[in-house]
């Protein structure tokens, strides 16, 4: 009866995005945001209902009323005033209405025409909260009514999606021992999937599952096992393990016929210094699928074991399906090969460099990559290291188009010094860095560039590139349009034809870029968006 | 017509500036209470300071703080201030229009570790004097034309770096490297580009801007330049600095000019 409902409902969300497709599209459906349509997200163009769109992930839209032939008429509509830096940020759309996030950890919701707040929710921090690389929000999820929103300080927080007031407020760990979230929730079945950031402080890391309704926590996997569980023995047997990172703190996938998540895992703490953590350091780096009514481990895959170059793991994994059916899950890592798995079984199937890497002299048949010698970061400094610290991909998210069965990412061609300091004793407040990834003013800019990647997922061969002056720090949204939307450092916010990567339009928003744009309807006119800046921008064909 | 190079002449490789295509981060406000001596002082957190300061700052400051691409550091001398809490300011939000980037997502703590280190250096109270004669210096300047590039007090060209405090600013040795072998380190603000357009008429000057779009440069004469790159034909940055080499003038010539640009310090018209 369920399947046959979801199926019901499937088939009308379809009409309706068939709809859209002519442009008649109904007015997008309001809230409450039933878990069935977060299942079928995508049918419903018209909302941006997740982190990343839907559940797999493709932040893609079925709108296509902007389109290769008119999006040089796209137009700034409003702008809406932050006043905060490094906004990193990804809106949810219901019905005309934008609920966005600024930093440190506010939310405010913002009319879709006019750009016009209609509240704000301003979560005051209780005085200094360690975090390592800003004080950044990256957005929220939706149930029925309810917004799901991680704060700096390590809590999670239900607000009310129609007036902005608190429901509940959960602690997610002690903000006092480096514990931060920055990252958005993902609301699947009755729960809200958290993860947690910190790995810079010397955190252990946990995967979070709590009760939509009532904030309790239904369950915890902890990326780093403690002694005696599987895994344990890749810490060393010391006390590493209890500052040990692998951290969650960007949005996973979720494959509701597998009842799994799929969810990103940080660096291994301190970072740069692995001596006091000889092994393999399970589960960082890795990618975890867990089953959402457990939290139990069905399967894991490990990127860089004993990493020493804060090449976190947790780039959003991307859900699609091989041409024969098979059930993939894809991921262009921050080690800078893109991977390839069965996302059944974590079967590793492929691994192929996107950007010059220095560190592996291959990755064998198991997936596990072959070490080159001197590539590890050094007391004087390491600065033949590729890709850089920031990694050959990162947070900004990916997208992939139905259509073209491309998969289009920013990455990042860059040099960097990687060094070496003595392991630091974990001290509440305090880094527990172990050395450092930094030094870019050595280099000529030259030296570091940019480029968005049109890659065919399954193979990794890479059809098309659009190069870049710096490497960029923007998200891909791409569209039934035809188009592939991105943004660069210089500011510049532009379309390309997602066939070909033709440019076609763009638009200089004047400062750096750190986030994704998204698209929706507003008044039946499709809308893109992108923070650029400390400001959002709306744009629109007249 | 493809402009020559010919006239620029004395060209140091002195003011650093961040590259322009990644618009200046903005300064943020001092933290609240942020305390005036540093409250990291220990050995464990000079030792710290030092080790970060070798990854992050020597390779511009020189590893003993002794100079180079980046001001001096072992002289005590600080011209951004030399209290903890200033210097923290500077690491902490780098130093605006400059090629000195701030240490934004350091931890506080780890700012105050540097801080630690870099009083140290400034304790070793090393001065770096030229053998030179300034006043003679001042003559060789004159007669070598580098005022035809470079502006002391107001007086002479804009095509290279501003002197007027140069000699607050580097060390005795990189000011001899730069005369000598100007391309031993060029400036990020300070580097040459050509642009050709499709008639295959060229443009020379300092690259100024960039984006994946436009291209901006200050031409030989002065003039503000500004083209877009579906214009252009191609678009050149070479390596080398525009100032010629001097390695001809006498030693004496050489060491007397150095001590003069060493003498040139911060007045009251320019702080």
């Given amino acids: 009866m369920k399947n046959l409902r979801t199926v019901l409902l499937a088939v009308t969300v379809s009409l309706a995005a068939g709809q859209a497709a002519k442009g008649q599209l109904p007015p997008p459906a309001g809230l409450p945001v039933t878990y069935e349509r977060l299942l079928n997200a995508a049918a419903e163009p018209g909302n941006w209902l997740t982190y990343s769109g839907d559940y797999r992930s493709h932040h893609y839209s079925r709108l296509d009323q902007i389109t290769v032939d008119n999006v040089h008429r796209l137009r700034a509509k409003w702008i809406y005033q932050m006043h905060r830096t490094k906004v990193e940020t990804t809106p949810i759309v219901v019905d005309g209405v934008m609920y966005v996030t600024r930093p440190p950890s506010d939310v405010i919701a913002l009319d879709a025409e006019t750009g016009r707040a209609l509240w704000t929710f301003e979560h005051r921090l209780p005085g200094r909260v360690y975090t390592c690389c800003g004080e950044v929000n990256r957005g929220l999820a939706i149930l029925g009514s309810t917004l799901f929103l991680t704060t700096l300080d390590a809590q999670l927080i239900a607000l009310d999606a129609r007036s902005g007031r608190v429901l509940w407020r959960k602690t997610l760990a002690d903000p006092a021992l480096n514990y931060t979230a920055t990252g958005a929730p993902l609301a699947v079945k009755d729960k809200v999937i958290v993860g947690i950031a910190g790995a ?30 599987p895994g344990s023995e890749t810490w060393g047997g010391g006390d590493a393990w209890r500052h040990g990172g692998a951290s969650t703190w960007l949005t996973g996938s979720y494959d509701p016929d597998l009842n799994l998540l799929y969810w990103g895992t940080g660096n291994p703490g301190p970072d740069y210094n692995g001596d006091v953590r000889p092994g393999d350091n399970l589960y960082s780096c890795s990618l975890l699928a867990l089953d959402l009514d457990t939290g139990r481990l069905k399967w894991h895959f490990q990127f860089t074991p004993h990493d020493t170059r804060d090449w976190d793991a947790t780039q959003v994994p991307v859900l699609l399906d091989s041409a024969t059916g098979r059930k993939l899950v894809v991921v262009p890592s921050r080690n800078g090969f893109h991977y390839v798995l069965d996302r059944t079984t974590g079967e590793f199937l492929l691994a192929k460099p996107f950007v010059k890497q220095t560190w592996a002299k291959e990755i064998d048949k198991k997936g596990r990559p072959v070490m080159n010698p001197g590539q590890e970061p050094t007391y004087d400094g390491n600065d033949s290291i590729f890709p850089g610290v920031d990694g ?107 066939r070909t990567g033709k440019e076609l339009w763009h638009f200089n928003g004047g400062d750096r870029v750190f986030a994704s744009p998204i698209t929706f309807l507003s008044r039946g006119r499709q809308l893109v968006t992108i923070p650029i800046g400390d400001v959002l921008i709306a744009f629109g064909v007249d | ?247 001809a003038l006498s030693p004496a010539d050489l060491e007397n000019l150095v001590a003069y640009l060493g003498s040139l310090r911060p007045t009251r018209s320019n702080p």
């Fill in chain 2, 1 to 247: 017509m493809r402009q020559t190079w010919l006239t620029a002449c004395c060209w140091l490789a002195c003011v650093l500036a961040a590259p322009a295509q990644t618009p200046a981060r903005q300064p943020r406000p001092a933290p609240a209470n942020l305390p005036e001596t540093n409250p990291y002082t220990s050995p464990a957190d000079i030792a710290t300071g030092r080790a970060l300061y070798n990854g992050r700052c020597g390779h511009c400051h020189g590893q003993n703080g002794e100079g180079g691409r980046g001001a001096t550091l072992n002289t005590g001398r600080f011209r951004h201030g030399g209290s903890d809490r200033e210097l923290f300011l500077t690491i902490r939000q780098g130093i605006p229009g400059t090629e000195m980037p701030g240490a934004f997502n350091l931890p506080e703590m780890e700012i105050w570790r540097m801080v630690g280190y870099v009083q140290q250096l400034g304790r070793q109270g090393a001065s770096d004097p030229s053998p030179g004669d300034a006043k003679a210096g001042a003559v060789v300047y004159e007669r070598s034309g580098c005022a035809q590039c470079h502006t002391i007090e107001g007086r002479g060209a804009f095509v290279g770096p501003d002197l007027s405090d140069i000699g607050a600013r580097r060390a005795v040795r990189y000011l001899r490297e730069s005369i000598v072998e100007p391309n031993a380190d060029v400036p990020l603000d300070f580097r040459s580009i050509t642009v050709t357009d499709a008639k295959g008429t060229s443009t020379s000057g300092i690259h100024l801007n960039e984006d994946e779009y436009s291209v901006h440069l200050r031409d030989l004469s002065g003039n503000l330049r500004s083209f877009m790159k579906k214009e252009l034909a191609d678009v050149t940055l070479p390596r080398q600095s525009m100032m010629p080499a001097y390695g």
């Fill in chain 1, 392 to 498: 050959g991909h990162n947070w900004m998210s990916p997208s992939y188009h139905p259509g073209t069965r491309l998969l289009y990412f920013n990455a990042r061609e860059e040099r960097r010094r990687f060094f070496k300091t003595d392991a630091p004793e974990f001290r509440p407040g305090e880094p527990y860095f172990g050395g450092g990834g930094g030094g870019g003013a050595r280099f000529r800019p030259e030296e570091s560039w940019g480029k968005l990647v049109a890659m065919v997922p399954e193979t990794g061969e890479i059809r098309w590139e659009h190069r870049i002056l710096a490497p960029p720090w923007a998200g891909v949204l791409s569209t039934a349009g035809n188009l592939v939307f991105s943004a660069t450092p210089a500011g510049n916010f532009y379309a390309l034809d997602a």
């Fill in chain 1, 200 to 229: 810079e402080g010397g955190i252990r890391g946990f995967l979070d599952a709590y009760d939509a309704k009532t904030g309790e926590r239904a369950w915890r996997f902890w990326t780093v096992p403690a002694p005696g569980e």
